[in-house]
């Protein structure tokens, strides 16, 4: 008799355990809404992977739940990654993709970007990043080495931006006359800036970005592609008569702050869920932007998009951004320097 209580106590906590087990995958996120967060304006390059992504990324999660791609543009995706820190769920029903520059602000700008990178989520990257610098045919800049006796009016966003930040910290270590003209909410306005002749030319874009958005340009037609920023060579690139930026540089210094830029390429399409996402969540989600970027509908959608497809894994991202907040705080501290804005020397009051 005794025993038979005993059983049936064992019996009804198992039951009980069973009915406060959590969900499966399946049943977790079954007729759920997942916000894809995309860290950038409508119409540039890093929209159009977020967005594709989007398309093709659900049937890779169990449940196969809706997906909603929801733009929050803005300080080159620091807006966005605030966000995700204070108000994103932290159930697994928001991810997102960001600016690399974004990941690493703290570490260069900590009074401005207060958020805790090593706290997010690494899912993976879609790509490597190469950047370049363009000019207008009719600008006086035909190649790289003009740009010591040359200024080059260019579009840019915020500090923070790559098309702000490649330029202003060329004009501090080589001495270029990039004339930087910040203030553009994205590329899509820069491009449009250089085309009607407000500005003369473009620093720090993506090459996957201006094949999407300008295939004529990214042919050499209209514009000149003058220097690259890759770890390694860029054949297209090279071929249109753009020189490696490593060929300008002249001490080790340059060389170390150069790397800190690039580097931050290896890691070019970043995606991140908030903190305190479940570990198994976390899982899914990187395995399943892993098939979604290896499969045939999403690189259907790529090639018709003409985007460049290379991924790295989730904890491939987190380690590359390990290593450059491990940077000696001396070094890091030149950086910074190296993307402050110039000061204006004061004019000398006349004698009067």
């Given at each position: 008799?005794?025993?038979?209580?005993?059983?049936?106590v064992?019996?009804?906590?198992?039951?009980?355990?069973?009915?406060?087990?959590?969900?499966t995958?399946?049943?977790?996120?079954?007729g759920?809404?997942?916000?894809?967060?995309?860290?950038?304006?409508?119409?540039?390059?890093?929209?159009?992977?977020?967005?594709?992504?989007?398309?093709?990324?659900?049937?890779?999660?169990?449940?196969?739940?809706?997906?909603?791609?929801?733009n929050?543009?803005?300080?080159?995706?620091?807006?966005?990654?605030?966000?995700?820190?204070?108000?994103a769920?932290?159930?697994?029903?928001?991810?997102?993709?960001?600016?690399?520059?974004?990941?690493?602000?703290?570490?260069?700008?900590?009074?401005?970007?207060?958020?805790?990178?090593?706290?997010?989520?690494?899912?993976?990257?879609?790509?490597?990043?190469?950047?370049?610098?363009?000019?207008?045919?009719?600008?006086?800049?035909?190649?790289f080495t003009?740009l010591?006796?040359?200024?080059?009016?260019?579009?840019?966003?915020?500090?923070?931006?790559?098309?702000?930040?490649?330029?202003?910290?060329?004009?501090?270590?080589?001495?270029?006359?990039?004339?930087?003209?910040?203030?553009?909410?994205?590329?899509?306005?820069?491009?449009?800036?250089?085309?009607?002749g407000e500005?003369?030319?473009?620093?720090?874009?993506?090459w996957?970005?201006?094949?999407?958005?300008?295939?004529?340009?990214?042919?050499?037609?209209k514009?000149?592609?003058?220097?690259?920023?890759?770890?390694?060579?860029?054949?297209?690139?090279?071929?249109?008569?753009?020189?490696?930026?490593?060929?300008?540089?002249?001490?080790?210094?340059?060389?170390?702050?150069?790397?800190?830029?690039?580097?931050?390429?290896?890691?070019?399409?970043?995606?991140?869920?908030?903190?305190?996402?479940?570990?198994?969540?976390?899982?899914?989600?990187?395995?399943?932007?892993k098939?979604?970027?290896?499969?045939?509908?999403?690189?259907?959608?790529?090639?018709?998009?003409?985007?460049?497809?290379?991924?790295?894994?989730?904890?491939?991202?987190?380690?590359?951004?390990?290593?450059?907040?491990?940077?000696?705080?001396?070094?890091?501290?030149?950086?910074?320097?190296?993307?402050?804005?110039?000061r204006?020397?004061?004019?000398?009051?006349?004698?009067?």
């Amino acid at each position: 008799m005794v025993l038979s209580r005993y059983f049936s106590v064992l019996g009804g906590l198992a039951l009980a355990a069973l009915l406060v087990a959590p969900a499966t995958a399946a049943e977790f996120y079954k007729g759920k809404q997942v916000e894809l967060t995309i860290g950038a304006n409508p119409g540039g390059g890093y929209n159009a992977y977020a967005r594709a992504t989007a398309r093709n990324v659900a049937q890779f999660i169990p449940g196969n739940p809706t997906i909603i791609p929801r733009n929050r543009g803005g300080a080159g995706s620091r807006l966005a990654l605030n966000w995700m820190l204070a108000k994103a769920k932290r159930d697994g029903t928001v991810f997102g993709a960001f600016f690399p520059s974004a990941l690493i602000d703290p570490l260069i700008r900590p009074k401005r970007s207060k958020y805790d990178v090593t706290k997010f989520n690494f899912l993976g990257s879609i790509n490597k990043t190469a950047r370049q610098c363009i000019a207008r045919k009719d600008a006086k800049v035909k190649k790289f080495t003009d740009l010591f006796k040359h200024e080059l009016t260019i579009g840019a966003t915020a500090r923070g931006g790559s098309t702000r930040d490649f330029a202003v910290m060329l004009n501090k270590i080589l001495g270029t006359k990039f004339k930087v003209i910040s203030g553009y909410k994205g590329s899509a306005g820069i491009m449009l800036a250089v085309e009607r002749g407000e500005v003369q030319g473009l620093c720090g874009y993506a090459w996957s970005s201006l094949k999407k958005a300008r295939p004529d340009w990214a042919r050499g037609e209209k514009v000149n592609i003058f220097v690259t920023f890759t770890m390694k060579p860029h054949k297209p690139m090279e071929a249109l008569g753009a020189e490696p930026i490593w060929k300008f540089l002249k001490t080790d210094k340059q060389r170390k702050i150069l790397s800190f830029f690039i580097k931050q390429q290896e890691f070019g399409r970043p995606y991140v869920a908030p903190p305190d996402v479940p570990k198994d969540r976390v899982k899914i989600l990187r395995v399943a932007l892993k098939k979604t970027w290896a499969s045939p509908g999403f690189l259907s959608d790529a090639k018709k998009l003409r985007l460049d497809v290379d991924p790295i894994s989730g904890p491939q991202v987190e380690k590359l951004v390990k290593e450059l907040y491990a940077l000696p705080k001396d070094l890091v501290a030149e950086i910074v320097a190296t993307t402050k804005k110039p000061r204006k020397k004061k004019k000398k009051k006349k004698k009067m």
